[in-house]
């Protein structure tokens, strides 16, 4: 299975991005012809870049870092290796040359920043309940070919940059874990109270994730809304049905493998 090549195992920015694009879902089809469009350059330079001698300027750069979704250190190691390599002197390579072995040195070293944790510390929960794509990304790193920062922007459509962040966010607070490239859920529990205001966004967040769904969703799709009037007596007899049916529908979920991410919404109150 592909992994995403780490740029500090790489000391030439062309390798880095021709293997990072060999990488991507479908083989990176079509990449160089993105590259050239959001670095504002026509397609023939960037072959004469990947392919020949030439070199991107520090501009161009730091919007292909942005592409590929680099942190801030990442960027650093490219733009080092880009001005190393555009430098008209030895000297002036030498000099360039040192950082970029300082930064890959420093990447090397063990980091003992993430400490392993039951369950999510309450300072990351108002981060992860923001936005649906948290929990989207969480979830899609336990699916067989969804683990890599490109393949899961390539399944939700979002920006690499958007996902690494992401991704990162995800590593830091102990949610997830990367190793070679590729990251993997840790079963850390992610459950809030439902007095929690982190709830209230959870939910919205998911609900709007639906009605967007319902617009543009072209195969089978369940969508059921069903305002209507019981008795009393009734109202506890649906309610128990409803609680029995979430019950045996967990069940199922913990046993089955990661293929498909889904989501269920479930609304019962009264009126």
């Not at 899609?140 to 070919?145: M, P, Q």
Request: net charge positive.
């Amino acid at each position: 299975m592909q992994t995403t090549p780490k740029i500090y195992d790489f000391d030439c920015y062309k390798r880095y991005v021709a293997e990072r694009i060999e990488s991507m879902p479908g083989g990176g089809r079509g990449q160089y012809r993105k590259i050239a469009s959001q670095l504002s350059i026509h397609t023939s330079l960037v072959s004469q870049v990947f392919r020949g001698t030439k070199h991107l300027t520090p501009e161009q750069g730091y919007a292909l870092a942005e592409n590929l979704g680099l942190d801030e250190e990442e960027t650093d190691y490219l733009l080092l290796c880009i001005q190393r390599d555009r430098a008209g002197s030895r000297s002036l390579k030498r000099f360039y040359q040192c950082k970029v072995e300082v930064l890959r040195s420093k990447w090397e070293l063990p980091s003992s920043r993430v400490r392993p944790r039951s369950e999510l510390q309450e300072s990351d929960k108002a981060e992860f309940y923001s936005h649906w794509y948290l929990s989207a990304v969480r979830l899609l790193t336990s699916i067989e070919g969804c683990q890599t920062v490109d393949a899961i922007a390539a399944r939700l459509g979002l920006p690499a940059k958007l996902v690494a962040d992401v991704a990162r966010f995800l590593v830091a607070s102990g949610l997830c874990e990367e190793r070679d490239g590729r990251l993997k859920t840790i079963m850390l529990r992610t459950h809030t109270p439902a007095d929690s205001p982190h709830v209230v966004r959870h939910h919205q967040n998911w609900r709007l994730k639906a009605l967007e769904k319902i617009q543009f969703q072209k195969e089978p799709y369940i969508s059921f809304t069903s305002p209507f009037t019981a008795s009393l007596e009734d109202r506890a007899k649906l309610r128990r049905l409803t609680s029995e049916y979430l019950g045996e529908f967990s069940r199922v979920v913990d046993e089955s493998p990661a293929e498909q991410l889904f989501c269920l919404n479930l609304d019962w109150f009264a009126v």
